[in-house]
């Protein structure tokens, strides 16, 4: 975007935490993520509209364990 007396700059859209941070490639089966993004919807009491929420702290529960191993 080329910036104008007038115009707005907006800011970037924010990445997830789990693309910033983790730039070394750490296979994850979608299974595996889906299941945990499952479990954490079950605890939150099955509350929907965090469905991307989930995903992305799944990945990175996921990614953190793998780590210790």
Partial sequence: MIATKNSIRLAPFAQPESS????????LADSEVETRA??????RGRVDGHAE??????EADLRARSKQE
């Fill in 20 to 27: 910033i941070k983790d730039k070394a490639p750490i296979a």
């Fill in 38 to 43: 499952y479990q954490l919807y079950e605890l």
């Fill in 53 to 58: 929420q989930d995903w992305f702290q799944a």
